[in-house]
């Protein structure tokens, strides 16, 4: 199939990956309720650039921006759309120069710079069930699942050590069958990255037969500011309820995690009744 030139919103909490290798951050909030921690390199009214704890650096459009703020520095809440208001002026080292004031209704705690809480890593074949969400998957072995409130949306993400690599589980209601779900979900990529190449987009199947229920495998190559990434989500549904899991690393080393991915996606599957409907 040809490639071709889109961009990613649907699932892009997969690409949250922890900073705590930093004692302070900036923090960028996305209109869709995640979070970024890393350093501001770019602030314009149609642009915001924020390079992550791994060095990748993500480019957003302003639009897609709820609000940001630097470390140490109570700033922040830019509106969604282009306004100046709270961007500031830029010094030359990318602090902000007389940025105003944060408002006092603003959402960030003071602590907001720090890296979510991580449980232990997880054993080889562990299988994580989700009795309410009516789903199991077996995360990779060695990850490590973030213990805290999630954006909304998110069921389970998971994160490596190393903080390259990560996995998202994102539910939400949908009314449309699922390949429509899915060409919608794709369309809208275009809303958030500047750039981003289609590098398969297939029923997914194991062992060569195509699985049951439908099940749509959309795999993708970020390019942000130089930085790539490498995406593979797996689009699924249930009644109304469309799930997507999605596993994201850097683009060079993609290849090292192709067969962790692979076995991932293999072992999503629906429970035949979710706790939630009984």
């Given at each position: 199939m040809g490639h071709s030139h889109?961009?990613?919103?649907?699932?892009?909490?997969?690409?949250?990956?922890?900073?705590?290798s930093l004692p302070a951050a900036d923090r960028v909030d996305l209109g869709s309720g995640e979070v970024l921690f890393g350093k501001i390199l770019k602030l314009t009214d149609s642009e915001v650039a924020i390079q992550?704890?791994?060095?990748?650096?993500?480019?957003?459009?302003?639009?897609?921006?709820?609000?940001?703020?630097?470390?140490?520095?109570?700033e922040g809440a830019g509106t969604a759309r282009g306004s100046r208001e709270g961007l500031?002026?830029?010094g030359s080292e990318g602090s902000p120069k007389d940025a105003p004031p944060a408002p006092s209704s603003s959402p960030l705690p003071s602590e907001a710079a720090k890296g979510p809480?991580?449980?232990?890593?997880?054993?080889?074949?562990?299988?994580?069930?989700?009795?309410?969400?009516?789903?199991?998957f077996s995360p990779p072995a060695g990850f490590q699942q973030v213990a805290e409130e999630l954006p909304a949306g998110v069921i389970a993400r998971f994160v490596e050590p190393t903080g390259l690599a990560s996995l998202a589980v994102t539910q939400k209601t949908v009314k449309e069958p699922l390949t429509e779900a899915k060409k919608q979900a794709v369309r809208a990529y275009g809303e958030v990255f500047s750039s981003l190449t289609v590098l398969r987009n297939e029923r997914f199947k194991k062992d060569g037969v195509e699985t049951q229920p439908e099940a749509w495998v959309v795999e993708c190559e970020t390019e942000a500011s130089g930085q790539k990434a490498h995406q593979v989500q797996l689009f699924t549904k249930?009644?109304?309820?469309?799930?997507?899991?999605?596993?994201t690393v850097p683009s060079q080393t993609h290849e090292k995690h192709r067969e962790a991915i692979e076995k991932c996606l293999g072992s999503f599957r629906l429970l035949e009744a979710p706790a939630?409907?009984?």
């Open positions: 889109l961009t990613i919103v649907f699932g892009f909490a997969a690409l949250l990956v922890p900073f705590g992550l704890g791994t060095g990748g650096v993500l480019t957003f459009k302003r639009s897609a921006i709820r609000s940001f703020r630097y470390a140490g520095v109570d500031g002026e830029k809480v991580l449980l232990p890593p997880v054993a080889e074949n562990f299988v994580l069930t989700l009795e309410n969400e009516g789903i199991a249930r009644g109304e309820q469309l799930f997507v899991l999605t596993y939630a409907a009984r």
